[in-house]
């Protein structure tokens, strides 16, 4: 039983660790594979960054960091207008 419930505890830190390195990030006005790579190619040249996703159809950007690491939502909602789109808050 006490392996158990360490197992448990084991895998509830690893989940809570992973959310923590992965945000995502409502846009608006990317509309074709050309906008997903503008997005994916800055948001990769960011320090921080390890990943990302853009999810069209959702109109959703994934962000996966670094270990320890993480952009400010204002640098988020930065990198997005700069990049010539609408920055609709984040929301994970």
Known sequence: MK???LIFTILSLQIA????????????????AFCAQGVTKTMNSQKEVKST????????VHITYHEGKKLS?????KIIEDSGFKFDGVIK
């Open 3 to 5: 392996y158990l419930i």
């Open 17 to 32: 660790i992973a959310k923590t390195n992965l945000t995502t990030v409502k846009v608006q006005g990317m509309v074709c």
């Open 53 to 60: 996703h853009v999810d069209l159809d959702s109109m959703e």
């Open 73 to 77: 939502d204002a640098a988020l909602k």
